[in-house]
């Protein structure tokens, strides 16, 4: 991996990490649990996954999972799925899914 990209791949930690410490959600509810007797401590793990482009292939528009997908039909990406199994989340099959796999 070249300077240039490890230089990018901290400045999202960095963007990640403010983003996270600046968000009025995270100190209301941080408040709440203050509140309650507790103190918090808040310990996030993020994962950042590259995958080299081909040459010849169009690049997805960054942003939310999902995002510039015009296929209704699969709501997520594989690279999306890839990232929500690293966060153990599993999605329940769609109806009908069952039936379109036989």
Same mark, same amino acid.
């Given at each position: 991996? !070249?300077? /240039?990209?490890? $230089?990018?791949?901290? /400045?999202? +930690? &960095? =963007?990640?990490? %403010?983003?996270?410490? &600046?968000? %009025?959600?995270?100190?209301?509810?941080?408040?709440?649990?203050?509140?309650?007797? @507790?103190?918090?401590? *808040?310990? *996030?793990? =993020? $994962?950042? +996954?590259? !995958?080299?482009?081909?040459?010849?292939?169009?690049v997805e528009p960054a942003g939310l999972l999902?995002a510039g997908k015009t296929d209704k039909t699969?709501?997520?990406?594989?690279?999306?799925? !890839? @990232?929500?199994r690293s966060l153990r989340i599993t999605l329940?099959? &769609?109806? +009908? =899914?069952? =039936? %379109?796999?036989?």
């Open positions: 991996m !070249n300077k /240039k990209v490890r $230089t990018l791949i901290q /400045k999202l +930690g &960095e =963007a990640i990490h %403010e983003s996270v410490s &600046e968000s %009025e959600d995270i100190a209301g509810v941080v408040g709440e649990i203050r509140e309650q007797g @507790f103190d918090v401590m *808040l310990m *996030l793990e =993020a $994962t950042i +996954g590259l !995958n080299e482009l081909d040459e010849g292939k169009a999902g699969e709501p997520f990406s594989a690279s999306d799925m !890839n @990232f929500l329940p099959p &769609e109806p +009908g =899914a069952e =039936a %379109e796999a036989r």
